[in-house]
Antibody
Framework: EVQLVESGGGLVQPGRSLRLSCTTSGFTFDDYAMHWVRKVPGKGLEWVSGIGRNSFNMDYADSVKGRFTISRDDAKNSLYLQMNALRAEDTALYYC????????????WGHGTMVTVSS | QSALTQPASVSGSPGQSITISCTGTSSDVGSYNLVSWYQQHPGKAPKFIIYEASKRPSGVSSRFSGSRSGNTASLTISGLQAEDEADYYCCSYAGLSTWVFGGGTKLTVL
């Protein structure tokens, strides 16, 4: 069974850091680009960051560029998101998503991990 | 990277058809046919139902169809069923390896 399980969310003060993890199973992890997408409460989805196969490229939304870093460990079938200098507007449910390049879609998603930035 | 514009809510009775619009700009929807649609039921992970604006993956009901014209993409659901009640999101490639989503549309089946 294909699974993506996010972890690492929680309550954090503004300006602090948090590292999210996404552990995957059921597919050949290193064959796929992976992304982070977040859902702000009461708002829509927002693409946050993506990383290519072999960590060939990392891309970020303008809203997180310079503060967030995406990475992957193919040996552990895992995706990460290091979030620094967190702001209240980063409060969201963070999803890990597998990218299917032949369809150009996020074809599999986890259930998300909640990040709350508040003092 | 401004969010794509979707109506906040739409509704329809069982058996009817509804259409959800997704308006972007010439930098995203207007430039690329890489528009996808996602269905999300409460507490569940999003599920893709349309890719490349109008293509339907195997396993998705033929009641779901998509189209794109200019800066606007649309999702049509025909023969509404109670199980279609969910949130729907559009997504478009926005160039330079970035993506943009819509604000989401809550579909209510009356």
């Amino acid at each position: 069974e294909v699974q993506l399980v996010e972890s690492g969310g929680g309550l954090v003060q503004p300006g602090r850091s948090l590292r999210l993890s996404c552990t995957t199973s059921g597919f050949t992890f290193d064959d796929y680009a992976m992304h982070w997408v977040r859902k702000v409460p009461g708002k829509g989805l927002e693409w946050v960051s993506g990383i290519g196969r072999n960590s060939f490229n990392m891309d970020y939304a303008d809203s997180v560029k310079g503060r967030f870093t995406i990475s992957r460990d193919d040996a552990k079938n895992s995706l990460y998101l290091q979030m620094n200098a967190l702001r209240a507007e980063d409060t969201a449910l963070y999803y890990c998503a597998k990218f299917r390049s032949d369809f150009d879609v996020f074809d599999l998603w986890g259930h998300g991990t909640m990040v709350t930035v508040s003092s | 990277q401004s969010a794509l514009t979707q109506p906040a809510s739409v509704s329809g009775s069982p058996g009817q058809s509804i259409t959800i619009s997704c308006t972007g700009t010439s930098s995203d929807v207007g430039s690329y046919n890489l528009v996808s649609w996602y269905q999300q039921h409460p507490g569940k992970a999003p599920k893709f139902i349309i890719y490349e604006a109008s293509k339907r993956p195997s396993g998705v009901s033929s009641r779901f169809s998509g189209s794109r014209s200019g800066n606007t993409a649309s999702l049509t659901i025909s023969g509404l069923q109670a199980e279609d009640e969910a949130d729907y999101y559009c997504c478009s490639y926005a160039g330079l390896s970035t993506w943009v989503f819509g604000g989401g549309t809550k579909l209510t089946v009356l």
